[in-house]
């Protein structure tokens, strides 16, 4: 069956230092990856998405993410965080027959002064 | 383009009272997905329209939840009669199925409390 794990469920940085959150998955095709951003009390915003083509896809807000078929993995970076980017992020893989998207359970960012 | 709508924003009822969740989807999409996200469970698909067309509700929990799309422009859901449990943030979202890669565009949200 389809899945996607992130493995962080919270992490913690400094304001100015990189960030790498992790998502893998396990879907037998060629996946649709996505990264979406849940600020508070908001909705969830799509950062980026990969379905083909060059394996570093980049996004809104100065991320990106590569995609690493070997490992599974769909690995979201950026390297300068900023107070703002304090959010919840999802990966999500599109499952292609009905476009379901399967969702990781959210990586929890806060962001040091 | 004012995005996916959603209403109300916050509501809170009382155990065994019907709930109706209300959504406008951005014009020109034919794509709504109803998600409920809770701490437990995170995000979960409830239930999937494509023209107005129920896909596939196999995450709709039980027969207390109902979704319909009566036409392109707005669907509801509903939660007769209600339970603490079923207390969480309800979202919904629409694409255009231009492509199969498109993306999901949100709504802010429906906090449902129920006592």
């Known amino acids: ?113 | 383009d004012a995005g996916v709508i959603q209403s109300p924003r916050h509501e809170v009822t009382e155990m065994g009272q019907e709930v109706t969740l209300r959504c406008k989807p951005i014009s020109g999409h034919n794509s709504l997905f109803w998600y409920r996200q809770t701490m437990m469970r995170g995000l979960e698909l409830l239930i999937y329209f494509n023209n107005n067309v129920p896909i596939d509700d196999s995450g709709m929990p039980e027969d207390r939840f109902s979704a319909k799309m009566p036409n392109a422009s707005f669907s509801t859901l509903k939660i007769q009669p209600s339970e603490p449990r079923d207390s969480a943030v309800y979202f919904c979202a629409s694409s255009s199925r231009a492509s199969s890669t498109d993306t999901q565009y949100f709504g802010p949200g429906t906090r449902l409390t129920v006592l």
């Open chain 1, 1 to 113: 069956a389809q899945s996607v794990t992130q493995p962080d469920i919270h992490i913690t940085v400094s304001e100015g230092a990189s960030l790498e959150l992790r998502c893998n998955y396990s879907y037998g095709a060629t996946p649709y990856l996505f990264w979406y951003v849940q600020s508070p009390g908001q909705g969830l915003q799509l950062l980026l998405k990969y379905f083909s083509g060059d394996t570093l896809v980049q996004g809104i807000k100065g991320f990106e993410a590569e995609f690493k078929r070997s490992q599974s993995s769909f690995n979201l970076r950026k390297p300068s965080v900023h107070w703002s980017d304090a959010a919840e992020y999802f990966c999500a893989v599109e499952t292609g027959n009905n476009r379901k998207l399967i969702w990781g359970l959210g990586t929890s960012l806060a962001v040091n002064p």
